[in-house]
Each structure stands twice: as structure tokens, then as C-alpha cells.
């Protein structure tokens, strides 16, 4: 475990706790591409099958089991609870032009035809791609709340520092893995025009608004 | 590879 390992974690466990808390405190959803949410829960659970039969660390477990109960948790505010302030009309990214694609591509480009590997390649895959409909939905409102924007930082950051992680393993210990590291690159570059407007606006204490 | 690669990251 190094440091930017640590920090990438750190990032992502923030980014979920803020989705949930902004949407529980604010009682509401708005802004928030449940679809997205749906692929994130699609992307732990096919992740994290081997939760129970391959034990690594109390804290592999642990942040295992802290992301999937939250991302069902976020979704279940939204669907459910939360449902009245969903956006429905704006949320319409097709989420089967990124289920099925990765579907094909896990069974094609893998480390290892097993049904175990098979299901943990998908979920790289989907990931890279599963915060589409979020920028979509961003893209199309033409703005996104501060606490959302902040999600996005928190959520964008913690891929890129996993490439940092990458770059570390690789010349501390020769370790790299061509699958994560080419699915975390598109995944950190999807998020650049974002990272833009948040520095140059959210920093400065503006809405993050995309030009119109 | 052979062996099924162990993913210990997250």
C-alpha cells in the first residue's frame, strides 16, 4: 500500500459519503444521474464477488463492504425514498451502450478466462465509462450544485491518484496491470473538462456552470 | 497467465 494507493481510497470513500450524505440532508436527488449510480453498484458488485472467499485485509474488506452497501444505499434514495426529485428527463444516457460493449470487451481482453476474472475485467471496463451519464446529466442541465461538483472532484481524483499508485508499483516493484491501467486513463481523461471548470470556477467560489 | 491473477486493490 502507497501513499497515492492511500489517498486514491481516501478520495473515493469521500466522494460516496458526500453523494449520500448531500442527497439524505438535502432530501433530495437532484442533479444526480441515478443511472450512473446503477453502473457504480454494477461495477462493486461484479468486483467484489470474492468478498467473502478471498481474504486480503481488514481494510480490503471493510472499504469493500463500506462501497457496496452505499452505492445500493444511493441508489435505493434515488429509485425509492428519494424518487419524486429524481430527474428523469435529463437522466436518459443509454446505459446499455456501456454495459454491453463491456461485456463483449471483458470476454475478449482478459487476464484469465475465468469466470471470477471475467466479472472483475467487466467491472474496470464499466467503470472507466459508468460516470457518463453523470457528466451527461451535467452536460444537459447545464450546471451542477457545489456538492456536486465536489462529488465529481473527490470521485475524478481518486482514479488519478490510482495512476499515481500505478507509477509507483511499476518502478518500485516492476508491478503493472495493462487492463486497470488503460481503464483508469480513459476514466481520469473523461473527467478533464470537469477538473477544468472546477478550478477555474468552484475554486473561486462560482457555480460550476458548462457554456451554454 | 495461468494462475488467476489476486487482485488486492480496491
Keep these: 500500500m502507497n501513499v497515492f494507493r492511500f489517498l486514491g481510497d481516501l478520495s473515493h470513500l469521500v466522494a460516496i459519503v458526500i453523494l449520500l450524505l448531500k442527497i439524505w440532508k438535502t432530501r433530495s436527488c437532484s442533479g444526480i444521474s441515478g443511472r450512473s449510480q446503477i453502473l457504480f453498484a454494477i461495477v462493486f458488485t461484479t468486483r467484489y464477488l470474492d468478498l467473502f472467499s478471498n481474504f486480503i485485509s481488514v481494510y480490503n474488506t471493510s472499504m469493500k463492504i463500506v462501497y457496496i452497501t452505499c452505492s445500493y444505499a444511493t441508489v435505493y434514495l434515488i429509485y425509492g425514498k428519494f424518487k419524486a426529485t429524481y430527474d428523469f428527463n435529463h437522466d436518459t444516457f443509454r446505459i446499455e451502450f456501456l454495459l454491453v460493449p463491456s461485456a463483449i470487451l471483458a470476454f475478449l481482453v482478459n487476464h484469465d478466462f475465468s469466470p471470477l476474472e471475467i466479472l472483475w475485467t467487466f467491472s474496470i471496463y464499466l467503470e472507466s465509462v459508468a460516470i457518463l451519464p453523470q457528466l451527461f446529466l451535467v452536460s444537459k442541465t447545464g450546471e451542477a450544485e457545489t456538492i456536486t461538483s465536489h462529488y465529481l472532484f473527490a470521485l475524478g481524483s481518486y482514479r488519478l491518484l490510482y495512476l499515481l499508485n500505478w507509477l509507483w508499483r511499476y518502478f518500485s516493484q516492476g508491478f503493472y496491470d495493462l487492463i486497470a491501467l488503460l481503464s483508469g486513463i480513459l476514466q481520469t481523461v473523461l473527467y478533464c473538462d470537469f477538473f477544468y471548470l472546477y478550478i477555474s470556477k468552484v475554486l473561486k467560489g462560482k457555480k460550476l456552470s458548462l457554456p451554454a | ?10
Aim: proline share 10%; no cysteine.
Design chain 2, 1 to 10: 497467465s495461468s494462475e488467476s491473477p489476486n487482485h488486492d486493490e480496491l
